[in-house]
Structure formats: structure tokens, C-alpha cells
T-cell receptor, first 116, second 115 residues
Framework: DTAVSQTPKYLVTQMGNDKSIKCEQN?????MYWYKQDSKKFLKIMFS???????INETVPNRFSPKSPDKAHLNLHINSLELGDSAVYFC???????????????FGPGTRLLVL | AQKVTQAQTEISVVEKEDVTLDCVYE???????LFWYKQPPSGELVFLIR??????QNEISGRYSWNFQKSTSSFNFTITASQVVDSAVYFC????????????FGTGTSLTVIP
């Protein structure tokens, strides 16, 4: 069983479209995250939710909106996609916020988004 | 200014050699958190370690060890007796808050272990 899964694995879309990336974890964790890795491999944390509440909201365009319907899911919605949004997006989870706890953080396989 | 500096962009070592990956951070906070992550060629991300600023004790996990020195603002990562499977990009990161806001990644060090 995959601990943290993301769908889709690849996403190719046109500029201006709206798309969503889904993330699910079956580890019973309370905290979930979204990270972005650009074409130069630079990593950046985007959002983190703990018990469905937003605890990290780094400076990202408001076209990006996370939605957590329950503790096991943290989906990423992106409106009006731009060329610069092309990247790999990683979802992750941990039992408690990774900063404050001793728990391990688990990552999904990543979603490769290409905006044309 | 870079909050986290990984000056070594690429390193190549021969299998069984020891290798140290450097990480220098910058913060004015007295409480902060440091991390290392691994990204193998397959692309997934692997969490390796978290260390808070009050715990300067060095950590050892198998062939991996971490040397945290506040005096030099460094959190270096050493792999002993490197193996081909250690080939990956390694990222160091810093968080200046308990919630994880102000979370900064270094640019990564690409390690190649040659058989």
C-alpha cells in the first residue's frame, strides 16, 4: 500500500487552465504539506495543514489554493495556470508538524506539471 | 542573502570513501530547526533528519552522521563508506519557526558515488 499517493503523476495543460492535484495519505497522520520543485531543482514549501487547519502558507500566488476535505487528503487547486507553474509538486505527511515533532515525514511520488 | 548555503554543487567519490556534505545556515533566531532530505535519481524525496537549535548533540544513524555546530552555523552531513545507492541530491533546510513558516531549502548537493 502506498503511504502517500498523488494523482495525477503527470499533468500537461495549457496556460490559463485550472487544474487540481490530489494527495491522499493512509498513515493516519495529522499534518500534510505541499512542496514545489522547479526546473532548477529548487525546493520550496508551499502549504501545510495540521488537522485540516492551515499552519504554513508561504508566499505563493493566490491562484494556488489548498483544500483539505479531511485529514487524509490535501488537494492543490491551481487557477489560471502560467508557464512558471511548471514544476514537480510533492505532497507529504507527518504525524505532527515536522518542525515540532520527532516524527518522520513521508513524501508522495510527485506530480510533474507542464504548462504549455 | 541565502538562508541556507550548500556550497558544494556536485561531489563525486569512489565507493567506500567517506564524504561530507556541507550546510551553512544564517538566522538571528535562537530557536530554529534544521533538516536534511535526500532525492535519489528516481526523483522521490526522503526525509533524513530534523534537529532543533537546542540540541547540539551529533546524530549517527548507520553510515550517516550529522555534525551540528552553532558556533559555525553549520549542520554537516557525513556518509561513511559510501555506496552507489547513496548517489542522490541532498538538501539541507532551515525553519525559523515552530509552525514551519519561514522554511528555507538550500540549493542541494549532488553526490555521485562511483563503483
Amino acid at each position: 500500500d502506498t503511504a502517500v499517493s498523488q494523482t495525477p503523476k503527470y499533468l500537461v495543460t495549457q496556460m490559463g487552465n485550472d487544474k487540481s492535484i490530489k494527495c491522499e495519505q493512509n498513515l493516519g497522520h495529522d499534518t500534510m504539506y505541499w512542496y514545489k520543485q522547479d526546473s532548477k531543482k529548487f525546493l520550496k514549501i508551499m502549504f501545510s495543514y495540521n488537522n485540516k487547519e492551515l499552519i504554513i502558507n508561504e508566499t505563493v500566488p493566490n491562484r494556488f489554493s489548498p483544500k483539505s476535505p479531511d485529514k487524509a487528503h490535501l488537494n492543490l487547486h491551481i487557477n489560471s495556470l502560467e508557464l512558471g507553474d511548471s514544476a514537480v509538486y510533492f505532497c507529504a505527511s507527518s504525524q505532527v508538524p515536522i518542525v515540532g515533532g520527532q516524527e518522520t515525514q513521508y513524501f508522495g511520488p510527485g506530480t510533474r506539471l507542464l504548462v504549455l | 542573502a541565502q538562508k541556507v548555503t550548500q556550497a558544494q554543487t556536485e561531489i563525486s567519490v569512489v565507493e567506500k570513501e567517506d564524504v561530507t556534505l556541507d550546510c551553512v545556515y544564517e538566522t538571528r533566531d535562537t530557536t530554529y530547526y534544521l533538516f536534511w532530505y535526500k532525492q535519489p535519481p528516481s526523483g522521490e524525496l526522503v526525509f533524513l533528519i530534523r534537529r532543533n537549535s537546542f540540541d547540539e548533540q551529533n546524530e549517527i544513524s548507520g553510515r550517516y552522521s550529522w555534525n551540528f555546530q552553532k558556533s559555525t552555523s553549520s549542520f554537516n552531513f557525513t556518509i561513511t563508506a559510501s555506496q552507489v545507492v547513496d548517489s542522490a541530491v541532498y538538501f539541507c533546510a532551515l525553519s525559523e519557526s515552530y509552525t514551519g513558516n519561514q522554511f528555507y531549502f538550500g540549493t542541494g548537493t549532488s553526490l555521485t558515488v562511483i563503483p
